[in-house]
Every structure is written in C-alpha cells, then in structure tokens.
C-alpha cells in the first residue's frame, strides 16, 4: 500500500499540532489525549461490527448482482430502496464514505450511492438517540 504525500503532511501536521499543545499546556493536552482515546474506545465496537457486516456483504455480491440491483441501469427502484436502507441503517460517516467507494468500485451506479449516502448522514428516527448520547441534544 502507498501513502501518499497528504496523508504524511496529515500526520506530521497532527504530530506538530500534539506536540505545541504540550509544550503549552502538558496537563490540558494529556487530558485531551484520555479522552479522545475514550471516545476510540467507545466507538470501536460499533466501528468493527460495521466493517464485519460491510466485508461480509462485499463478499457475498459479486459485482454482477451489485450492478444488478444498484447499477446505473437498475431504475429509479434502486434508488428508492437506498434510500431506504440509508434511513434506517446506523452507521457512522468515516465508515460510510469508504463504503461507497467499494459500492461504486463493485458497480453500483452513481445516484443509489448517493441516494443512500445523503439519507444516511441526516439525522433519523434511528440514528437521533445514539447521536444525543455521544454528541449531547444541543450537538446532535
């Protein structure tokens, strides 16, 4: 696998950024570190089931059923029924961008991508509750 060279700036710009804010402020910064480690914690699980279930899904769908039942030719169907799974599905957006890409990559067409990409990151009956447990009610 490449790395490219944004993803270097990226982190040495975050390494840069960590280590200013504990030469600032050692304490603040070890706070902050704890709780975003926290919050890694609390999210890993719902983040690996979601990974599980997505390769499982990837790899039951060959490109020629995916292309059959999300293709740019699978009509105006399609995209109602992602809409539709994206209303009710949970799952976090830096997971659901990447799984677009395999979506589209496995021959879905453009507009059920992102019909079910779109439903999926407004704020549902399903996903409110999760969203004011973690964000609080102002936030979500």
């Known amino acids: 696998m490449k790395i490219g060279l944004n993803v270097i700036l990226l982190y040495a710009f975050t390494l840069a950024a960590l ?3 504990a030469y600032k402020d050692r304490k603040k910064t070890k706070k902050a570190v704890l709780k975003g ?3 890694l914690n609390n999210i890993l699980p719902q983040f690996i089931t979601v990974l599980v279930i997505v ?5 039951l769908f060959d490109e020629a059923l995916m292309t059959r039942i999300l293709g740019e030719d699978s009509g105006f169907l399609s995209t109602i ?4 799974v994206g209303s009710i599905t ?10 677009a890409s ?39």
Not at 55 to 59: D, E, N, P
Not at 81 to 84: I, M, S, Y
Not at 91 to 97: T, V, W
């Open 37 to 39: 480690l926290k919050s």
């Open 90 to 99: 949970l799952i976090p957006g830096f997971i659901a961008f990447p799984v």
């Open 102 to 140: 395999e979506l589209l990559r496995s021959g879905a067409g453009i507009v059920p991508v992102a019909t079910f990409i779109s439903t999926l990151m407004m704020v549902g009956i399903v996903t409110l509750p999760m969203e004011i447990e973690y964000l609080g009610k102002r936030a979500a």
């Open 19 to 21: 280590l200013f804010s």
């Open 81 to 84: 029924g992602a809409a539709v």
């Open 55 to 59: 390769s499982i899904v990837l790899s």
